[in-house]
């Protein structure tokens, strides 16, 4: 059905308000814990939503020890189909700060390059986001400049949120039984290591994605590197044939990585290496890397090249100790979802009854839906709307908030007649 304008306004102010609030609460996960939830201010979020949730009528509503809160919406009246669940998180990226967010508006946007009043000296434009030519006459919102502003993922909270409050208040949207989960640590790679599968529906969407008609339902092959390097330390005034200084020996083994394999080089279908954290001394010296491809024969040439380039390395300098450890971090979830592809052709139904044209592609990242899809739970990933995640320009536009929330209802009216 099309929805009314009255449902769209409303729809449009939930969001909008749903997501200042939640943007403002510090959720920034932490890998180097080692704690479920990595973080206990993620609790600060889940405790607010619980209680929007029970304002809201919704039942088996539980947030449980690890920061996971799951919640049931019973079907409207008359509506016997297939459950689905709608999944967002919690956490925003620590690799830019979440506390103290303020967002900024730019109402009527005109097209110039964004400012920042807590950094003049930062800016957002064409080059870095394309997107803003689509948005004349939108409102814009990022943080102040000091901070990310957390669209990832609160975004897709306040729009799960908002259709959750049409629902209630607009009986003549029908759906079936809709479970909710948000989840803590996504950002981190944990975002799916202690839910319950039980509380969950066999069929999920994840509201995690980038601009609007994005739809998601391939991922990277993920995989982790940690090298250690094992040197001898010398006194540098005798140190001649001596020495292997694990440090200057590990920063030649990373530079002969290529250029054109790293992030700053690649995208769309193009896989890489990553370089994301590397410190040393004389004596010891460790890197991170992680590897990505959509293939994971690719990935395996990947990693043979480390192994081909640590034998050269302890060739080269005799005494040298060098250590590869490989994690495999996820799997590609088309593995599993092109069995699925009711889930995915009723997605792209939903982004056109939304007016929105369906954008598939591959997301060169991971979702807790990946992960899920490879637990056999098949959780195709559609837009929130924001861009330029894990950064101080990070932004998003007010109508995308709007857009999303109305994929949710026609999604979950899809659902209903299937």
Not at 26 to 53: I, M, N, Y
Not at 208 to 215: A, C, R
């Amino acid at each position: 059905m099309a929805l009314s304008e009255e449902i769209k306004s409303f729809l449009q102010e939930e969001a909008l308000q749903r997501f200042l609030r939640y943007v403002k609460v510090h959720t920034t996960s932490d890998e180097t814990t080692g704690t479920h939830p990595s973080t206990e201010r993620q609790f600060d979020l889940a405790r607010v939503l619980e209680k929007e949730l029970q304002e809201l009528g919704l039942q088996n509503i539980e947030l449980d020890e690890h920061c996971y809160l799951y919640a049931t919406l019973p079907p409207s009246d008359g509506v016997n189909a297939t459950p689905i669940g709608l999944l967002a998180h919690m956490d925003t990226s620590p690799a830019v700060s979440g506390e103290n967010v303020k967002p900024f508006f730019r109402e009527n946007y005109d097209g110039t390059p964004l400012k920042f009043p807590d950094d003049p000296e930062l800016e957002v434009n064409l080059n870095d986001a394309p997107q803003l030519k689509d948005c004349i006459g939108d409102t814009i919102i990022t943080a102040s400049g000091k901070t990310l502003l957390g669209a990832d993922d609160k975004a897709g909270i306040a729009e799960i949120m908002a259709a959750l409050a049409a629902f209630g208040k607009y009986k003549e949207l029908k759906h079936g039984e809709l479970r909710i989960c948000f989840t803590p640590d996504e950002e981190i790679g944990m975002g799916t290591d202690k839910i319950t599968l039980e509380k969950i529906p066999e069929y999920c969407y994840t509201l995690d994605g980038g601009e609007p008609g994005e739809l998601e339902a391939e991922c990277f092959d993920a995989w982790g590197a940690e090298i250690k390097f094992k040197g001898i330390s010398v006194h540098p005034g005798f140190a001649k044939n001596k020495m292997i200084n694990a440090a200057s020996v590990a920063a030649r083994f990373l530079a002969l990585l290529q250029d054109y394999e790293t992030p700053e080089h690649t995208e769309e279908r193009e896989g890489f290496f990553h370089l994301t954290n590397m410190s040393g001394t004389e004596e010891e010296a460790q890197a991170k890397l992680i590897i990505r491809d959509f293939d994971v024969r690719v990935n395996e040439t990947r990693m043979e090249h480390l192994r081909k380039m640590k034998e050269l390395f302890e060739y080269r300098y005799p005494g040298l100790k060098i250590n590869l450890d490989f994690k495999h971090q996820y799997e590609n979830m088309w593995v599993v979802m092109e069995k699925h592809p009711n889930s995915i052709e009723l997605a792209e139904k939903a982004l056109t009854l939304a007016g929105l044209e369906a954008d598939k592609k591959p997301i060169r990242g991971g979702t807790d839906g990946a992960r899920l899809s490879l637990m056999n739970h098949p959780t195709p990933n559609i837009f929130a709307g924001g861009l330029l995640f894990h950064s101080r320009k990070e932004w998003i536009a007010k109508s995308s908030l709007r857009k999303a929330a109305e994929v949710v209802v026609h999604l979950a009216a899809l659902w209903a007649e299937a």
